[in-house]
C-alpha cells in the first residue's frame, strides 16, 4: 500500500516552455500533497504544500506564478513549470499524505532538463 | 521553526558491521519522526517511523530511537548489507501545523563488501 507515481519520470524541453508534472497516489487518498525540488548531493527543499480544493501554499522564495500547482481531487495533484529556464533543471518529487495521518510517501521524481 | 541537523555526512561500514546516524531537532513539540532511504535517481522511501510517545522502535535490521529530554532521534542498521548503500534523511514536523516536515541533510551510506 501506500503507493504514488509520477509521470513522466524524464523529460527535457526547451527554454521559455512549459513542462507539466503529475503525481498521482495509487492506493489512498490524498489530502495535501507536497511539492519538493532536489539538487544533486543536496537535501529535500519544500516548494509547496497543496490541500485537496484549496489553492497551494507557497514556501518563501518560490515563485508561485511560475510553479502552478493544482490538487483538484484526492488522488491527483500537478506542478506546471512555466516559461521553463535552464536554471530550473532539477529532480522535482511529490509526496502526499492522508488526512489524520502524519506519514508521507514519496513519489519516484521526475527530472526536469531546460535546454 | 524547526531545524533539524544530523550527523555524520558521509558514513563507509564494512558489510556486517552495524551503522548509526543521528538527528537533532529544535522543537519540543516536534512528536513525529521518520526516517527516509533514497537511492541514486529515485525518490524517499520511508522505512521507519517513530512518535514522541515512545522511546524505541524496532524493524527487522532498522532501529529508530528518541530521546525527548535532548531532542535527538538516532537511526541504528545492523547487519550491514550492500543494499543498505544509500542516502537516509531524518525529517521532523515543520511549520503550516506539522503537515509538513523539515529534513536533515541527509547522511550518504556506504556499505563496503
Known amino acids: 500500500g501506500a503507493v504514488v507515481s509520477q509521470h513522466p519520470s524524464w523529460v527535457i524541453c526547451k527554454s521559455g516552455t512549459s513542462v507539466k508534472i503529475e503525481c498521482r497516489s495509487l492506493d489512498f487518498q490524498a489530502t495535501t500533497m507536497f511539492w519538493y525540488r532536489q539538487f544533486p548531493k543536496q537535501s529535500l527543499m519544500l516548494m509547496a504544500t497543496s490541500n485537496e480544493g484549496s489553492k497551494a501554499t507557497y514556501e518563501q522564495g518560490v515563485e508561485k506564478d511560475k510553479f502552478l500547482i493544482n490538487h483538484a481531487s484526492l488522488t491527483l495533484s500537478t506542478l506546471t513549470v512555466t516559461s521553463a529556464h535552464p536554471e530550473d533543471s532539477s529532480f522535482y518529487i511529490c509526496s502526499a499524505r492522508e488526512a489524520n495521518f502524519h506519514e508521507q510517501y514519496f513519489g519516484p521524481g521526475t527530472r526536469l532538463t531546460v535546454t | 521553526g524547526e531545524n533539524v541537523e544530523q550527523h555524520p555526512s558521509t558514513l563507509s561500514v564494512q558489510e556486517g558491521d552495524s551503522a548509526v546516524i543521528k538527528c537533532t531537532y529544535s522543537d519540543s513539540a516536534s512528536n513525529y519522526f521518520p526516517w527516509y532511504k533514497q537511492e541514486l535517481g529515485k525518490g524517499p522511501q520511508l522505512i521507519i517511523d517513530?512518535?514522541?510517545?515512545?522511546g524505541e522502535k524496532k524493524d527487522q535490521r532498522i532501529a529508530v530511537t528518541l530521546n525527548k529530554t535532548a531532542k535527538h532521534f538516532s537511526l541504528h542498521i545492523t547487519e550491514t548489507q550492500p543494499e543498505d548503500s544509500a542516502v537516509y534523511f531524518c525529517a521532523a514536523p515543520g511549520d503550516n501545523y506539522g503537515q509538513n516536515f523539515v529534513f536533515g541533510p541527509g547522511t550518504r551510506l556506504s556499505v563496503l563488501p
Open positions: 517513530i512518535r514522541s510517545n515512545v
